[in-house]
């Protein structure tokens, strides 16, 4: 079993949508969520970072998490073209600063 | 603020030839991470340095694989002989000492034929 689970997809919507991605991680260390977006030929780049569990929003941009039950989530709302790439979530426990990644979920914002 | 920077982009090798890989950090970011990502996969850690020293290399294959970060700036990334499964993306993040955000740079992509 992988510590960090991600549906691969692909997700397709249209534009406007309320994206939800989601992932399931069964180290109960964890403690530091990320998530990245990563455009085809590029580097992971930095989306939203959350310490434990509740939420944070950033522009069109929430992340939840549920750490009893070890998930968190990622909402796009008013979603855009410009938004279709892979997200991948990633996590790490105190101490060891090093990141865990999903497999990340490819999505696509059909115009 | 400069990105994290690596060369080259892009690389073809032979299988059993070998190939380096450079990495220069975010300035005045202490951590060093270097990832291995394979198509449809989600990045895995290879090796983190914080500074000039080796914090985690549990899953660098080291009879192939070897990194080194003299002077606690840039590091190379270095593997001989290749074998075919090494075709991946290697990506360098790096980050603040005592944080986990890691901030990527644009990856080489390498092909062994």
């Known amino acids: 079993q992988k510590e960090v689970e991600q549906d691969p997809g692909p997700l397709s919507v249209p534009e406007g949508a309320i994206v939800s991605l989601n992932c399931t991680y069964s180290?109960?260390?964890?403690?530091?969520f990320m998530w990245y977006r990563q455009y085809s030929r590029k580097g992971p780049e930095l989306l939203m970072y959350?310490?434990?569990?509740g939420n944070k929003e950033d522009g069109r941009f929430t992340a939840q998490v549920d750490k009893s039950s070890k998930y968190i989530s990622l909402f796009i709302r008013d979603s855009q073209p410009s938004d279709s790439a892979t997200y991948l979530c990633?996590?790490?426990?105190?101490?060891?600063?090093?990141?865990?990644f999903g497999s990340g979920t490819r999505l696509q914002v059909q115009p | 603020e400069a990105g994290v920077a690596q060369s080259p982009r892009y690389k073809i090798i032979e299988k059993r030839q070998s190939v380096a890989f450079w990495c220069n950090p975010i300035s005045g970011h202490a951590t060093l991470y270097w990832y291995q990502q394979i198509l449809g996969q989600g990045p895995k850690l290879l090796i983190q340095?914080?500074?000039?020293?080796?914090?985690?290399d549990s899953q660098l294959p080291k009879d192939r694989f070897s990194a080194e970060r003299l002077k606690g700036v840039d590091s190379t990334l270095k593997i001989q002989p290749a074998k075919l499964e090494d075709s991946a993306v290697y990506l360098c993040a790096s980050g603040w000492a005592g944080t986990t955000e890691a901030f990527f740079g644009q990856g080489t992509r390498l092909t062994v034929v």
């Open positions: 959350t310490y434990s569990s």
């Open positions: 180290n109960s260390a964890f403690q530091y």
């Open positions: 990633a996590m790490s426990a105190a101490g060891r600063r090093a990141l865990t």
């Open positions: 340095f914080q500074n000039n020293g080796v914090v985690d």
